[in-house]
């Protein structure tokens, strides 16, 4: 069973209205926990977060299928991007369950007040998403690092030269292609 589109649409619109203090206590949190890093600015971070908040909202509305191809590809620059930061693949999968957390905070409260088989489907439903997502993301970090064992053999790549032009390149990407399926969704 799919979530009805009204049921979907609501938690669209909750996590919209929502947007920036997601963004603001994921990026507080994942800053926090292990700081910053030479080759990626705190900016550059929360814009990615950014991004993955605005899609995360995007597949729960009418143009999910379209999003979430969009969400995969930004799940897995997050994981490039993580391996540019030094993490490690746990870590990466850490972050990406903060926010699983912070949408089960900010939820809660509209899921419970749904019908049992649309609220279940509907968490079922983030679950899946956020879950591929983060398959994807070690996806990207574990292509990073073996592009970097390859090419750099192993030795990273200072933050004003290629590494942070190619994490503004994909993002530039992705946003466009959002601003795009946001103009066709009318």
Known sequence: MRPSQPTLLAVSRAL????????????????????????VRPEMLERQVCLLVDLLIETAGPMRRAALELWLLASEGYGRTAAERGLAAGEVVEELQHLRELLIRRLSELIAALPARASM?????L????????THAVVGYT???VETLFAQRGVPVG???????EIIER????EAELAQ??????
């Open 181 to 186: 399926l946001r103009r066709a969704a009318g």
């Open 171 to 174: 993002l530039t990407q992705v």
């Open 127 to 134: 679950n899946r998403i956020l879950d591929s997502g983060i």
């Open 143 to 145: 292509d990073a690092l």
């Open 16 to 39: 919209a209205t929502q947007r920036d203090t997601l963004v603001q206590e994921w990026t507080r949190w994942i800053l926090a926990r292990v700081g910053t890093t030479a080759t």
């Open 159 to 165: 933050a004003s030269g290629p590494v942070e032009d």
């Open 121 to 125: 489907t509907t968490v079922l439903r």
